[in-house]
């Protein structure tokens, strides 16, 4: 379509947060001379934030370095994810004892955050990496997440596990979506609107935020129209 080569670059991390991608941007992103950098983030922000109150904290989705011994078998399994990330996942699942609850150590502190203050740090994130991309002669890229989010808990049809209420909850992340908009506005930069054209349906999406093949294809063609007219003009 635009007759030029394209190279992509997929550099997500199941859980990882904003934050942490603003970590990977500067030290795995930039080296690789990239033209366009395209994020996407929400629920697991909302979610380190409501449960630990900072992006620095002491869960599995801190930007803080964990010391520990660096054995064979950490450095086997290191080069499997990175290699091939979905038989690491078959693998790790079908061997290892899932922790069933990983933020059992917050449970507690999630009432003590201010919805306010989640808004402020996502919003914070967002532009650390749009200020990162222009630093470096990159144009940034930013996405709604699609969701199929019901106006209430009853018609989820599915427990939900999260340290809030589920319309307080629901509330916030919508409005997570609208501080995506508005950065990107304020910013000047490429707002690309997954939320309003992947339908909120089963047949898109696996559960509240995950896309399914269908779901893929639609987000898919919804990001290769928005990039077509930014790539023609690199």
Known sequence: RTGKKINTYNFAVSGMTSMASNNIM???VIPFDVDIAIKMHN????????????Y?????????????????????KDQIKQVLPNIYSLVKNAVFVQEQDEWADYRDFAAEVE??????????????????????????????????????????NAPFYQPTDYSRYRDIYLKMNDIIRQTANEKEVLLIELEQSVPKDTLHLIDLVHLNDQGSIRAGDVITDSLEYFIQTL
């Open 26 to 28: 500067l030290n795995k």
């Open 43 to 54: 629920i697991n922000d909302l979610s380190t934030l409501y449960y630990t109150g900072t």
């Open 56 to 76: 620095w904290n002491q869960s599995n989705r801190t930007l803080l370095a964990k010391k520990g011994k660096n054995t064979l078998l950490d450095w086997t």
């Open 115 to 156: 919805d306010q203050f989640v808004l402020n740090q996502f919003k914070a994130s967002l532009k650390t990496f749009i200020n990162i991309c222009r630093a470096w002669e990159i144009k940034p890229v930013i996405m709604t997440q699609p969701n199929r989010f019901p106006i209430t808990e009853e018609l989820l």
